[in-house]
């Protein structure tokens, strides 16, 4: 299985960008799907996650209401649209299958990681 993150970039507070993270050797509709970014010098934190047929969605409240996840699961991909983004929303994304078909906030329910890719939101 792999995961290959694609869609950052550098821009302006108040922009947007859309990220896509897309799996390959695995049919992924029966999993989760998350977002976790790690901030330089800071943590891995959870973004956001999708279920399995994307009929659930949670967030961290840091991003609810500029934030969305969404996924095409014919394309086995996922997306994290981001809107109003700020300069404290700078780190490396990364999606991540999860074990179960159920969005949840803690990584070691997560068992494949992409590469990352890097956002850097200017102020």
């Known amino acids: 299985v792999q995961l290959q993150a694609s869609g950052g970039g550098l821009v302006q507070a108040g922009g947007s960008l859309r990220l896509s993270c897309v799996a390959s050797g695995f049919i992924v509709s029966v999993r989760a799907l998350g977002w976790f970014r790690q901030a330089p010098g800071k943590e891995r934190e959870f973004v956001a996650a999708?279920?399995?047929?994307?009929?659930?969605?949670s967030a961290a409240d840091s991003v609810k209401g500029r934030f969305t996840v969404s996924r095409d699961n014919a394309e086995n991909t996922v997306y994290l649209q981001m809107n109003s983004l700020k300069p404290e929303d700078t780190a490396v994304y990364y999606c991540?299958?999860?074990?179960?078909?159920?969005?949840?906030?803690?990584?070691?329910?997560?068992?494949?990681w992409g590469q990352g890719t890097l956002v850097t939101v200017s102020s």
């Open positions: 999708i279920s399995s047929r994307g009929g659930r969605t």
């Open positions: 991540a299958l999860g074990r179960t078909g159920v969005p949840d906030m803690y990584d070691y329910n997560y068992e494949r």
